[in-house]
């Protein structure tokens, strides 16, 4: 399983993010971490399995584009303790 994790950093990324492409893959944001993309997709391949996980205040991603969640594979995305997605 390969893991990103963003913690009270930030990462920017103009194009498309894939979390679990062809295998497992996580990208983990807390401590008031913050990602921004142009698209996201999780889980984009048939055994794939893509997953995202925003935890703690002030740690938000934000998805400029399209946001795909199980586009072939499984995927799942958590927002928990007062984190942020937009999209």
Known sequence: PSRAV?????????????????????LAVAAAGEVRTGALTLGAGDAARGSVDLRGQGSWLEVAGRLVVGQAGAAEASVRNQATLRS
């Open 6 to 26: 963003v913690s009270g950093g930030r990462w920017d990324n103009a194009g498309l993010l894939q979390v679990g492409q062809g295998g497992v893959g996580e």
